[in-house]
């Protein structure tokens, strides 16, 4: 219990020192005093202060609210799917997301606003369509969920080669969309995100309001009913919440795979199985983790900058290696 006690502190600290180095790292030697003093009392005439308040700092929201969103999807969708590679990525979301704003710009022109409402139809079918296959597949009839899993990966890969065929169809429109869908935090998204973040909000503040009965019926359905918890309501309230809420980052910079699947894994040992605590604990630990990772992507390789999701996806792709090895690959009694 001990140990439980102070995640939430612990994970507010290291977001707040992500911040700092976030903002205060990379080329022209920005140091947290002038951080501080472009934040409280911005110069116009200051280009210290211009390159904080105009190009990271953006950024460094931007960072924030995917990194979050995602872990926070990812660790529901863990606990009420009860697969521990569950996330908005393996299980459609992120792929039908990213085709419906391709489609929705290719197809209909439609807007930066249309295009958000776009990614949450999108999002959502992407999700509907993982689970109609895995039921094709047997889910019932498999208690490690890998019928799941694969049923996620057909689709995704389905889904990304159709967006990756809107891509190629126009050369002119393909630079617009060839950095978002790789998963790109970059400030020129800022207006993506003043559009969407209140889905985000509202997403986690309903989820919030449903940990106690989500985590009853994460420890199992019979027993969240015979204490009162309305199972389908609160799965289905708590699903759409998770969709739409990761579909809405994805329309901000695009899609991000690691967050939401190895986020859960490195917060559950220290908040346990309660939601109302892992979920703020995810939600600040995987922005935190999206901070550093932009912080990489900016400067690991400078003077070139990479987009973020490629940082992301190299060590989601090893992360998800592992787990695979160590659930699926491994004997029945030494997987956990």
Not at 18 to 26: T, V
Not at 95 to 124: F, H, M, P, R
Not at 190 to 197: N, Q, T, V
Not at 316 to 333: E, H, K, M, T
Request: aromatic residues 8%; glycine residues 12%.
């Amino acid at each position: 219990m001990s140990l439980r006690v102070p995640v939430l502190a612990v994970a507010a600290l290291g977001l707040g020192l992500s911040l700092i180095a976030n903002l205060s790292a990379g080329p022209g030697g920005i140091g947290p005093g002038a951080v501080w003093e472009a934040l409280i009392r911005f110069d116009p005439e200051s280009y210290d202060h211009a390159v904080v308040a105009f190009q990271r700092l953006p950024r460094a929201v931007i960072a924030i609210y995917m990194g979050a969103v995602m872990a926070v999807s990812g660790t529901v969708l863990q606990a009420l799917m009860r697969n521990p590679l569950a996330s908005p990525a393996t299980l459609g979301i992120n792929s039908g997301a990213a085709l419906a704003v391709l489609a929705g710009a290719y197809l209909l022109d439609l807007g930066i606003e249309t295009q958000g409402i776009a990614a949450l139809a999108g999002g959502t079918a992407g999700f509907l369509a993982v689970l109609w296959v895995a039921r094709l597949a047997g889910l019932s009839r498999d208690p490690r969920g890998l019928s799941l899993i694969l049923a996620g990966a057909l689709v995704s890969m389905f889904l990304t080669g159709m967006a990756n065929a809107f891509l190629l169809a126009d050369p002119v429109r393909r630079t617009d969309f060839l950095g978002w869908v790789t998963g790109n935090i970059n400030h020129v998204y800022a207006e993506r995100l003043y559009d969407f973040w209140w889905i985000g909000a509202a997403s986690f503040g309903l989820l919030m309001a449903l940990a106690r009965p989500l985590t009853l019926i994460a420890l199992g359905r019979e027993k969240a009913a015979s204490a009162g918890v309305n199972v389908p309501r609160v799965r289905g309230l708590a699903l759409a919440a998770v969709v739409l809420g990761a579909s809405s980052a994805v329309a901000v910079c695009g899609p991000v795979a690691f967050i939401g699947l190895v986020v859960p894994h490195m917060v559950r040992p220290f908040a346990g199985a309660g939601l109302a605590r892992a979920l703020p604990a995810a939600a600040l630990t995987g922005a935190a983790l999206c901070l550093w990772a932009d912080l990489v992507a900016r400067t690991a390789f400078a003077p070139h900058v990479v987009h973020t999701g490629l940082i992301l996806d190299v060590v989601g792709g090893l992360v998800f290696a592992v787990i695979v090895r160590r659930v699926y690959l491994a004997p029945a009694g030494a997987a956990r």
